[in-house]
Each structure stands twice: as C-alpha cells, then as structure tokens.
C-alpha cells in the first residue's frame, strides 16, 4: 500500500498526538512542583540533623541549628528557606574535604533563600 507523502505525515501527527494522550492517561500528568520547605533555626550551637531527608530539622535535642537546617533543605528537592534567628552562630565540627555539610563548613547543594531576623552585624 502506497501513501501520499503529505497524507503520511498527517496520519503520523495524528498517531503522535493519540500516542501522546494515551501515555499520559497511562501514566498520568507530572507531578506539580512541590513547595519548599521553611526551617527556623533556633539553637545557635552547631549540631547535626538526626534523620537527614525527614522533612524535619531536628538535633539530637529536637533543637535546629544552621547546620542542621542547611542538612535538611540539601535533602530536599526545590527551594527552600532557612529562616535564622539573632545570634552568634559559630562552626565547631572540624573537618575538611567532604560537600554534606557533616563537618567543617557548610555545604549547600541545592536552591536556598537565607533569610535574617535583622540585628546590627
């Protein structure tokens, strides 16, 4: 069987545009974009998160420190928002060489808005 050139291209728009609905009522639509999350810093130590990826910006003590919180937002997919306290946060945990912010600096891997309580610096 022989097709004319241009009926052939409209009968394979037309089997793309079919194929293309198909598969999204297979498979469903794409999920929305998630929201960020917003964390509080409001402990001053440097403490690491318990359960990195939770959702949740714990220490040990259920406090969030600015590592903690920075831990926590790298974890999660999109942006995200660090909201800190007024304080004099300074880095305890020695360590060089490695992009978790586990140790020495902290490390952010991911989109993040960093936003201040005022205060004169």
């Known amino acids: 069987m022989k097709f004319n050139g241009t009926k052939s291209k409209w009968q394979r728009l037309i089997l793309s545009i079919v194929l293309t609905i198909g598969l999204i009522g297979l498979f469903g639509q794409p999920p929305a974009a998630q929201a960020g999350y917003a964390f509080t810093v ?71 808005i960093i936003q201040g309580q005022g205060g004169v610096y």
């Open 42 to 112: 409001n402990y001053t130590g440097d403490t690491d998160d318990t359960v990195t990826g939770n959702g949740y910006c714990e220490d040990f003590f259920g406090r969030c420190s600015l590592r903690a919180a920075i831990q926590e937002t790298n974890a999660q997919p999109g942006q995200d928002t660090i909201i800190i306290e007024t304080g004099i946060y300074i880095l305890t945990q020695a360590g060089v060489g490695e992009d978790n912010a586990d140790t020495g600096d902290l490390d952010i891997t991911d989109d993040l």
